[in-house]
């Protein structure tokens, strides 16, 4: 599938979108994190309501490749947890196609383990990957959506992160601290006209489940089973959930919510966030 690559155009600064059926018509976004998973399906959501996804992933590669084709994107490779990786990528978006309108940060690491014995590094690979990761990319993409007084940035953070998870600690404590960032961007950046807000997905289907699994000694469709008999619903979320509410967040007709945290998790939490 060719790349769209519009030129390198700005609206001007505090100019409404067009409107149109499809909300993100004219939009750049970049979306961490989604060659698989809820990242995938967030940037396959976007791309379908029309913005230009660049598509992030740690590494360059043919698995980042197809998944910037499948929604006729552009590849956009660095390690987020890198802040030189992170401002040279994008620099070069905008060179290519222009400041990003629309950032979602979904990127993420998570191991499971005891806290007793958590290796050092390994924790501040979490920390880094999902925390300081996602400041790095905000940090990078802000200078552009000032420019422009608008900007819509979705933070991915987990029920995890509101309600702690034995065993993922740095995990839940990494997400957590996204919560707060969300937060405290959310009125910082406001008057601005960049809202910044979060989504919190409970269990979710994809692959980081198995990490899960191999964590609790079971089956993937046994992991899947035990965790849907704890929610409300009767089932664990689906990415394609996720991404419409992404989708809803960063839809620039909706303008009164900033800071907030949006829990996806089919009744298992609420209001806590």
């Not at 999902?130 to 029920?159: C, D, K, W, Y």
């Not at 959930?241 to 996806?264: H, N």
């Amino acid at each position: 599938m060719p790349t769209r690559t519009p030129p390198a155009v700005n609206p001007p600064a505090g100019a409404p979108p067009t409107e149109s059926k499809r909300p993100h018509v004219g939009t750049r976004a970049l979306v961490t994190g989604a060659v698989q998973g809820i990242g995938r399906a967030i940037a396959a959501r976007l791309a379908a309501d029309g913005a230009l996804v660049a598509v992030n992933d740690r590494v360059p590669g043919p698995r980042l490749d197809e998944a910037a084709a499948a929604v006729g994107g552009v590849c956009a490779p660095a390690d987020v947890s890198d802040r030189a990786q992170v401002h040279s990528l994008v620099a070069r978006l905008g060179e290519k196609i222009g400041d990003i309108d629309v950032l979602v940060c979904n990127a993420a690491y998570m191991t499971m383990g005891d806290l007793a014995t958590h290796d050092e590094d390994d924790w501040w690979k979490v920390v880094d990957t999902n925390l300081t990761g996602t400041f790095h990319v905000i940090q990078a993409v802000l200078p552009g959506m000032r420019r422009r007084g608008r900007g819509r940035i979705v933070v991915v953070s987990s029920e995890w992160g509101v309600t702690g998870w034995p065993g993922a600690t740095a995990y839940a404590a990494s997400k957590a601290g996204l919560i707060s960032l969300t937060k405290s961007l959310g009125r910082e950046l406001a008057p601005q006209g960049i809202l910044v807000n979060a989504v919190a997905p409970g269990v979710t289907d994809t692959p980081q489940l198995r990490v899960d699994a191999e964590a609790a000694g079971l089956s993937l469709d046994e992991m899947r089973r035990s965790y849907a008999a704890g929610i409300p619903l009767g089932r664990i979320g689906r990415p394609e959930e996720i991404a419409a509410a992404v989708a809803f967040l960063t839809d620039f007709r909706i303008g009164s919510l900033a800071g907030q945290t949006l829990q996806i998790n089919g009744g298992t939490s609420r209001c806590r966030a």
